[in-house]
């Protein structure tokens, strides 16, 4: 998005669901009780929702299937697939509809049962033909390979990625909400069972159920609602390849483009960010994602985030909820970036809320670093 | 009738014996990998195909780790080659995890699971 759409609309309700583990449920469940706990946040009711912004990995129609289990009939859907980004992606799409009136109450939902139905990461995508008869295990092969690669241009050590997982541990020990709470240290990360050169099992995501949603209305209507606007000051999409194997530079992202854009759109840069909220499937993605946001330079992002400096008591809190790696992570994490933000500048953050939090960061991934989404929130001192 | 063989399909036959063959486009001279209609670096659609020198370098590398009983740790790596373009592949003759960024590489068709297909292994000497 442009200037043109900074602060013109606002997250009024956030909502969660079935994190962890969600028994019994299936993924519209988890999808319904997400978007059934947002609307009531924002003092709203299903019968209200006019614009429906929705991705899941049970079918190809999920939008609908989702509109029709919530026995809605959205005058505006969006259902556009870029992975775990989509839903950060969708707070553009939203904007501008409801900008134009295409509706007035937009609800962006996701729900995922995939520990409790399958245990492993689902994807509904094929493997690349030209990949697949080497056997990569997706996604970890691709980020192993971006990870060794970021290790040979720029000597990151496996210690500092060890840190990114450190520190999410440390975040969700303050969070109820997270679904590993156990000490982890860096030896703990860097003795756990190998998985993807140079990759252990504690530099992945974790495998979770759980389903998000948000709603966002326009900016007058926002001042109604029961808990304080978090504004779309501004955001932007960038995609650089599908396949990991058509990625020009493996150690650099196209986040630098998503990322200076929703800048621009936001008038604001990174030394201003008072919160970032980053999609860490794997603990290189927020090395990467810091250094191609500008937090750091390009080659630094190992340093930066070494011994607890994106930790509680850090120099910038980062994925304060515990991420991807330690809070949830059902297939899709993008939407709990946008939650975790949204709840953080309110003040009703679920672990350790901080204090004078009025612009965050949001930052989604899709695919295998192919699509880069970045979201730019303000709290109402940021208009 | 004029049967039509699709770019993928020339690129498949091509591995069927034994060569690897890239598409090269006629305006900007540039490789490109996966074979397509169309160049991605200029969009012209006029292409030629050429026969891989075989020489390559590994860009980037992982090992899948696997329970020795399922078949062990096996090598997965993006090869750069001589022409430009890069692939995924595997290097085989040495340990998955002797394999490094840099490597010089053969590029040769061998064979996964009976089916053809590009594999690499490291520069004698």
Redesign the interface.
Known sequence: MTGDLRGKAAIVGTGHAGFGEARGLTAYDVMAQAGLAAVADAGLSLADVDGLFCTMMEDSMPALMAAEYLGIQPRFVDGTMTGGSSFVNYLTSAAMALDVGLCDVALIVYGSNQRTASGRLVTASRPP???A?????YPI?AY???A??HM?EYGTTREQLADVAVAARAWAQHNPEAFERGPLSREDVLAA??????LTVRDCCLVTDGGGAIVMVRADRARDCPKPPVYLLGSAAASSHRQ???MRD?STTAARESGAQAFAAAGVAPGDIDLVELYDAFTINTILFLEDLGFCAKGEGGAFVEGGRIAPGGVLPVNTNGGGLSCVHPGMYGIFTVIEAARQIRGDAPGQQLENIDLALAHGNGGVLSSQVTAILGSGNTL | MQEITGSDQTFRRALANGEIALPKCDSCGKFHFFPRVVCPHCHETALSWRRASGRGEVYTTTVVRRRSEQGGDYNICMVELEEGVRMMSRVEGIAPADVTIGMAVTVYVGEIDGQPAVLCRPVEG
């Open positions: 033909e030209y990949e008869p080497y056997k990569p295990r092969s192993a390979m971006a060794a690669r040979h069972r190998m998985v993807g050169d140079p990991i194997s058509q493996f």
